[in-house]
Nanobody
Framework: QVQLVESGGGLVQPGGSLKLSCVAS????????MGWYRQAPGKQRELVAT???????NYADSVKGRFTISRDNAKNAVYLQMTKLKPEDTAVYYC???????????????WGQGTQVTVFS
């Protein structure tokens, strides 16, 4: 059973920084794209950033220049360094990954349970 576990959320003032981590565990043979999404109260879940297995990254316009996504393939981990945080960044942040696992080496999409980020003034 594959699991994605996020950590690193919390409370921060505007202009502050946080680093989110997500580690995948289970019988994993490979991980393709990984990413971070977020969902604010009353809003739909939206893409924050993604990164391919080769390290190519993509960002939502709202976070470009402030957030940096990275990954450690040896640790099956993806990170999100968030700087210059704004109140509108407040949301539950979810880790996502396309992971090859199991007896038949199938690729499935997995979500973490989410971690709360609150930016307050």
């Amino acid at each position: 059973q594959v699991q994605l576990v996020e950590s690193g959320g919390g409370l921060v003032q505007p202009g502050g920084s946080l680093k989110l981590s997500c580690v995948a565990s289970g019988k994993i043979f490979g991980i393709a794209a990984m990413g971070w999404y977020r969902q604010a109260p009353g809003k739909q879940r939206e893409l924050v950033a993604t990164i391919t297995g080769g390290g190519f990254s993509n960002y939502a316009d709202s976070v470009k220049g402030r957030f940096t996504i990275s990954r450690d393939n040896a640790k099956n981990a993806v990170y999100l360094q968030m700087t210059k945080l704004k109140p509108e960044d407040t949301a539950v942040y979810y880790c996502n990954g396309d992971i090859q696992s199991g007896t038949f080496y199938t690729v499935n999409n997995y979500w973490g349970q989410g971690t709360q980020v609150t930016v307050f003034s």
